[in-house]
Each structure stands twice: as C-alpha cells, then as structure tokens.
C-alpha cells in the first residue's frame, strides 16, 4: 500500500495553473466561482474532493497523486 504525503493542494494548484500559462480569472469562470475563493482555495493545504475533480479535469491533470508517495 502507498504512504500518503502530506502537501499543500492549494500552492500545487497555482503552481500547475502558472505552469500551463493559465490565469487565475481562467480557472475561477471555469469552476465557476468568485477569484476571492479561489484565492482562499490556493491558501488551503486541502480542498472538497469534488472541487479538486473538477480542477483536475480543468488543468488535465490528477492531483490526487500528489497525496501518494512515489
């Protein structure tokens, strides 16, 4: 069985968003959602599963294998 890591989902996010040369602006209309909660989503080290399905398949990419270790 895999170990789960602790990570900061938040500044993973805005890191992969900054990687693909997206815009936060971007990312809050598709969500959809206000840029103020995204904002607050980037400072928390976790997130609502369904937010961060919805994000994954945003940006294309699984970020639920940030939890486990490699």
Same mark, same amino acid.
């Given at each position: =069985?895999?170990?789960?890591r602790n990570v &900061?989902?938040? /500044?993973?996010? /805005?890191? /992969?968003?900054?990687? *693909?040369?997206? %815009?936060?602006?971007?990312?809050? &209309? *598709? #969500?959809?959602? %206000?840029?103020? &909660?995204?904002? /607050? #989503?980037?400072? @928390?080290?976790?997130?609502?599963?369904? =937010?961060?399905?919805?994000?994954?398949?945003?940006?294309?990419?699984? +970020? +639920?294998?940030?939890?486990?270790? @490699?």
């Amino acid at each position: =069985m895999a170990n789960i890591r602790n990570v &900061h989902i938040g /500044k993973i996010i /805005k890191a /992969k968003l900054k990687e *693909q040369g997206r %815009t936060s602006a971007w990312l809050a &209309h *598709q #969500i959809p959602c %206000t840029p103020n &909660h995204l904002y /607050k #989503i980037y400072s @928390k080290p976790n997130i609502n599963t369904e =937010m961060l399905v919805r994000i994954s398949n945003l940006l294309e990419y699984n +970020f +639920f294998r940030e939890y486990i270790e @490699k």
